[in-house]
């Protein structure tokens, strides 16, 4: 017997995280110059960070001999939120926090409910604690409130519902996730996975964090990777009612979140200016690259993110042909969307560029 044999089966059966293709990956790749290539496949935030977070983290590189002390932003966020800071778990990126979400509640014998085509990380983490996923069909590329209901069984111990959801980009409108938290047995928890609350128009949110109190199984999740622009520091962070937050806590590694995200993160909840220019350039951006791929006759699933996602007749030879002009976009066929490409909204000059290479590639 060799030593592999010996790991869990379903630590074996895990398909590992197909990251977006580095920039310098592929300048080694292509022979091409490291600057002439524009990456739009992770999501990122295409202004950079906030410069209030860098004059943070400048700062803090001063104190990194020390351990971190997380108490000043969960103090923030309690008051942003609305909450008591007890209802608040810091994580490393928001991928942390969910996963914390699974081992408290999965394992073996357990299941998850999720829709089909959502975001890579809810399978990854539920069949790491050897929990059973229960994959529910989309409808029109989005989740199905009522049949995710109604795929609950007796050991389902979780749901997972990200919106808007990633990498299809659509949106549940909160009417509708409300009626699913009072449809969901009070014993499974649910976790609302909101990476793109900040790119909703102000007219489409909702105060999810304050339903808390309603639904003690709602843990909220939400990042400092997308609009703040913080995805190389790895922070994120779940609200959820304080008997839930303490257990996540419980399994919280228990400096998870180094001392340059903290203080980064903090000033970047300040930085208005820079979130209200991110939002209006994102805008902007989704625009431009909807008309632009009508304009190729192509279709696309309507966004609230800050990527959309389109079709092709061929996937895997239009995104060859991308790479060769130097534009990395992200292929779904792990999300069983073989012949769509999701493009993250970048700068207007990397949103012309794409499109000019998507003209090229088609
Ligand atoms: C990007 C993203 C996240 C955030 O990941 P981090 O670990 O915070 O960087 C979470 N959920 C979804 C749906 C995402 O797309």
């Given at each position: 017997?060799?030593?592999?044999?010996?790991?869990?089966?379903?630590?074996?059966?895990?398909?590992?995280?197909?990251?977006?293709?580095?920039?310098?990956?592929?300048?080694?790749?292509?022979?091409?110059?490291?600057?002439?290539?524009?990456?739009?496949?992770?999501?990122?935030?295409?202004?950079?960070?906030?410069?209030?977070?860098?004059?943070?983290?400048?700062?803090?590189?001063?104190?990194?001999?020390?351990?971190?002390?997380?108490?000043?932003?969960?103090?923030?966020?309690?008051?942003?939120?609305?909450?008591?800071?007890?209802?608040?778990?810091?994580?490393?990126?928001?991928?942390?926090?969910?996963?914390?979400?699974?081992?408290v509640f999965l394992a073996p014998g357990r299941s998850s409910v999720f829709a089909q085509h959502a975001f890579a990380v809810y399978p990854l983490a539920t069949l790491s604690t050897g929990a059973e996923c229960i994959v529910v069909p989309a409808k029109h590329y989005g989740h199905d409130l009522a049949a995710m209901q109604a795929a609950i069984r007796s050991d389902t111990r979780l749901v997972w519902i990200a919106n808007p959801n990633n990498p299809t980009g659509n949106f549940l409108p909160y009417p509708e996730i409300r009626a699913f938290l009072e449809s969901v047995p009070a014993d499974v928890a649910v976790v609302l996975d909101e990476a793109y609350n900040e790119y909703l128009p102000p007219a489409e949110r909702a105060d999810?964090?304050?339903?808390?109190?309603?639904?003690?199984?709602?843990?909220?999740?939400?990042?400092?990777?997308?609009?703040?622009?913080?995805?190389?520091?790895?922070?994120?962070?779940?609200?959820?009612?304080?008997?839930?937050?303490?257990?996540?806590?419980?399994?919280?590694?228990?400096?998870?979140?180094?001392?340059?995200?903290?203080?980064?993160?903090?000033?970047?909840?300040?930085?208005?200016?820079?979130?209200?220019?991110?939002?209006?350039?994102?805008?902007?951006?989704m625009e431009l690259i909807v008309a632009g791929l009508k304009r190729l006759g192509l279709e696309h699933i309507p966004s609230h993110g800050n990527f959309v996602t389109f079709a092709v007749a061929d996937g895997a030879a239009v995104n060859r042909k991308l790479l060769q002009q130097g534009v990395i976009v992200r292929p779904i066929g792990g999300y069983g969307l073989p012949n769509h490409l999701r493009v993250t909204i970048g700068l207007d000059t990397e949103n012309a560029r794409f499109l000019a290479a998507l003209e090229q590639s088609l």
């Open positions: 017997m060799s030593i592999t044999d010996q790991a869990l089966s379903y630590i074996r059966g895990i398909s590992a995280y197909v990251p977006g293709k580095p920039i310098t990956e592929l300048a080694r790749e292509m022979g091409l110059a490291v600057d002439s290539i524009v990456k739009l496949a992770s999501n990122e935030n295409p202004l950079g960070m906030s410069p209030k977070a860098r004059a943070a983290v400048e700062k803090a590189i001063g104190g990194l001999e020390r351990y971190p002390d997380q108490f000043e932003l969960i103090a923030k966020l309690a008051e942003r939120l609305g909450v008591s800071p007890n209802q608040i778990v810091i994580g490393n990126g928001s991928n942390d926090v969910l996963d914390l979400a699974a081992r999810t964090v304050a339903w808390i109190k309603d639904f003690p199984n709602l843990i909220v999740t939400r990042t400092f990777s997308k609009i703040y622009g913080l995805a190389g520091l790895r922070i994120g962070f779940a609200a959820a009612s304080a008997e839930v937050a303490d257990l996540m806590n419980r399994v919280r590694q228990p400096f998870n979140v180094n001392n340059l995200a903290l203080a980064a993160a903090g000033a970047a909840l300040d930085d208005h200016l820079f979130v209200a220019e991110s939002y209006a350039l994102n805008r902007r951006g």
